[in-house]
Structures are given as structure tokens and as C-alpha cells.
T-cell receptor, first 116, second 114 residues
Framework: AQTVTQSQPEMSVQEAETVTLSCTYD???????LFWYKQPPSRQMILVIR??????QNATENRFSVNFQKAAKSFSLKISDSQLGDTAMYFC?????????????FGKGTLLTVNP | SQTIHQWPATLVQPVGSPLSLECTVE??????LYWYRQAAGRGLQLLFY??????ISSEVPQNLSASRPQDRQFILSSKKLLLSDSGFYLC?????????????FGQGTRLTVV
């Protein structure tokens, strides 16, 4: 079974600074997707960034980038130039690619607070 | 675009009463569907997932059940609610018509069992 671990229950950062959220996962699969989702106080889940395991290049979306280390099974999220609107719960998620028995598994989340 | 309609948004139910939460999907066919529960301020616990009509996988044995009577309909039920069933319930889906594998979410249901 796949597991996703986020070791930082809470983090804070000053506005305009950079913060990195950690995520590790455990799987025997070689082909899979990894995601970071954001859940603001409205509770609506928003996809931040997606990484396909077969791609060596780290995904980037504007101020958001990942450091994907497949051998170490690590998938951290870096937020540059933090903004007050980045305050939210962030979830790392894993899903096997292909075959059957799909399951989207989330970590427990990291609550990020951006301070003015 | 792919969307999930989930209702109701808020629900207060007495202990021992039945429960039925429903979500319906638009914009894709044959989606994978999921029910998650989120305890106050914490992570998402996968309760059930379904890869097709009538196909339900349960992740955590508990007081709840799920059904998928139609391709785009996913229902979470309980015959008798417990206080511990209180929480925020999210329905999620993934469409496979395109290569887009990201999940899309409903607005959630905040359930309080009193």
C-alpha cells in the first residue's frame, strides 16, 4: 500500500519570502503521479502542481516549484515570493499510473501561514 | 470542464439517524470517484473509492457505506450515525477522457452529529 508523509503539521513564513514544504512517500510502483493541493479556509481543494514520475524535470507553476527526488521518494514544494493568499492547508498526494485499482492517497497536510 | 455537485453543504443530524450524502459528476464519463473525511483542521482520510458502477472499495471499516448506482453518481450512507461520524466530507473525481489526471472536488459537506 502507498503511504504519503508530511512531517510538518504547521509552518509559517513572512510575506515575500520563500518556504519549502516536505513530502515523502512509500511505494513499490515505478510509474505514478504526485500532486500538491491547496485548501484555503473556504475548504475548496485547488491543484497547485503535478509531477509525473517518469519525467526527470521538476515541475514549475509560476511561484510554485517542486524538488522531485525519485530515488529518495521525496517530493517537496517550494513557494517563492510568498503572498498572504498562500495561507492554506497544503496536501501532498500520490496516485499510481496505469493498470487498475486506482487510489488517490493524501498526506495529513501542512498548515502554512503567511505573515504580513 | 469537470465538476462535482455535492450536497448538502451543511447537515446537523441526531445520533442514530440515517445519512445520505450524494455527489454527481459533470463533464466526464467513467470517472474514478472518492469519498474523503477530514477531521477538524487535519488531513484527508480516504473512506471509499470507485472505478465503475457498482464497484466500491472500502478503505476503513466503519459505520459508513458507499454506493454507485450510476456512472456519475456516488452516495455515502449510514443507517445509524455516531457522534464520531462528525466531520467534513469531500467527494472527489478523476476523469480519464483526457490525459489530465488531476482530481476535481466537490464543495464538501460539514456534518455535525448531535
Amino acid at each position: 500500500a502507498q503511504t504519503v508523509t508530511q512531517s510538518q503539521p504547521e509552518m509559517s513564513v513572512q510575506e515575500a519570502e520563500t518556504v519549502t514544504l516536505s513530502c515523502t512517500y512509500d511505494t513499490s510502483e515505478s510509474n505514478y503521479y504526485l500532486f500538491w493541493y491547496k485548501q484555503p479556509p473556504s475548504r475548496q481543494m485547488i491543484l497547485v502542481i503535478r509531477q509525473e514520475a517518469y519525467k526527470q524535470q521538476n515541475a514549475t507553476e509560476n511561484r510554485f516549484s517542486v524538488n522531485f527526488q525519485k530515488a529518495a521518494k521525496s517530493f517537496s514544494l517550494k513557494i517563492s515570493d510568498s503572498q498572504l493568499g498562500d495561507t492554506a492547508m497544503y496536501f501532498c498526494a500520490f496516485m499510481k499510473r496505469g493498470g487498475s485499482n486506482y487510489k488517490l492517497t493524501f498526506g495529513k497536510g501542512t498548515l502554512l501561514t503567511v505573515n504580513p | 470542464s469537470q465538476t462535482i455537485h455535492q450536497w448538502p453543504a451543511t447537515l446537523v443530524q441526531p445520533v442514530g439517524s440515517p445519512l445520505s450524502l450524494e455527489c454527481t459528476v459533470e463533464g466526464t464519463s467513467n470517472p474514478n470517484l472518492y469519498w474523503y473525511r477530514q477531521a477538524a483542521g487535519r488531513g484527508l482520510q480516504l473512506l471509499f473509492y470507485s472505478v465503475g458502477i457498482g464497484q466500491i472499495s472500502s478503505e476503513v471499516p466503519q459505520n459508513l457505506s458507499a454506493s454507485r448506482p450510476q456512472d456519475r453518481q456516488f452516495i455515502l450512507s449510514s443507517k445509524k450515525l455516531l457522534l464520531s461520524d462528525s466531520g467534513f466530507y469531500l467527494c472527489a473525481g478523476q476523469g480519464w477522457q483526457t490525459l489530465d489526471t488531476e482530481a476535481f472536488f466537490g464543495q464538501g459537506t460539514r456534518l455535525t452529529v448531535v
